[in-house]
T-cell receptor, first 113, second 114 residues
Framework: GENVEQHPSTLSVQEGDSAVIKCTYS??????FPWYKQELGKRPQLIID?????GEKKDQRIAVTLNKTAKHFSLHITETQPEDSAVYFC????????????FGTGTLLAVQP | GAVVSQHPSRVICKSGTSVKIECRSL??????MFWYRQFPKQSLMLMAT?????????EQGVEKDKFLINHASLTLSTLTVTSAHPEDSSFYIC??????????FGPGTRLTVL
């Protein structure tokens, strides 16, 4: 079935450094790839997304890249700040009629001040 | 825009009772809503897809008779956990889609079954 793998499971960086989280998906028909940030006990918040017809998208300190051939996509956070500390989930939308999202296993990002 | 509410935020119940959770899209119509379950330190696991006016589609391994879903209007879906047991204790989150692509999440419901 459809699967999304996410690495690393935990990531600790110093404030000001960059953080990169990588995901791999299995369904070659997937066409939408959102990234969510979830703080403890709260809802996932969409932080950036990319569609399959685009290779890269940026929004201030956050960027996402997509390699359709390799079925990889990555989240890049530059100039990290302590408030970036959270769990980050990638997801992929399958290519079928449903807009069901398959989520990665999550990355706990800790930004050390 | 794209605000989704969920009620209640927390519920504690006794084993064997049923609990209903509501998910509402406040400023858009949602033909499709999704229900997820999230155990501590784990990812979101899709339980079912709820379509307005039709039966929900359940993921493999999710008991449809235990987790009853009703999507009676374009802004409301409900999840009823019937005969809840301690192993059903979890964080239940809904999401709603204003279009075929994006999903916006509710704040979640923390269910504790004693």
């Amino acid at each position: 079935g459809e699967n999304v793998e996410q690495h690393p499971s935990t990531l600790s960086v110093q404030e000001g450094d960059s953080a990169v989280i990588k995901c791999t998906y299995s369904d070659s028909a997937s066409n939408y790839f959102p990234w969510y940030k979830q703080e403890l006990g709260k809802r996932p918040q969409l932080i950036i997304d990319i569609r399959s017809n685009v290779g890269e998208k940026k929004d201030q300190r956050i960027a996402v890249t997509l390699n359709k051939t390799a079925k990889h996509f990555s989240l890049h956070i530059t100039e990290t700040q302590p408030e970036d500390s959270a769990v980050y989930f990638c997801a992929a939308r399958g290519g079928g009629a449903t807009n069901k999202l398959i989520f990665g296993t999550g990355t706990l990002l800790a930004v050390q001040p | 825009g794209a605000v989704v509410s969920q009620h209640p935020s927390r519920v504690i119940c006794k084993s064997g009772t049923s609990v209903k959770i509501e998910c509402r899209s406040l400023d858009f119509q949602a033909t499709t809503m999704f229900w997820y379950r999230q155990f501590p330190k784990q990812s979101l696991m899709l339980m079912a897809t709820s379509n307005e006016g039709s039966k929900a589609t359940y993921e493999q391994g999710v008991e449809k008779d235990k987790f009853l879903i009703n999507h009676a209007s374009l802004t409301l879906s409900t999840l009823t956990v019937t005969s809840a047991h301690p192993e059903d204790s979890s964080f239940y989150i809904c999401s709603a889609s204003p279009d075929p692509i994006e999903q916006f999440f509710g704040p979640g419901t923390r269910l504790t079954v004693l």
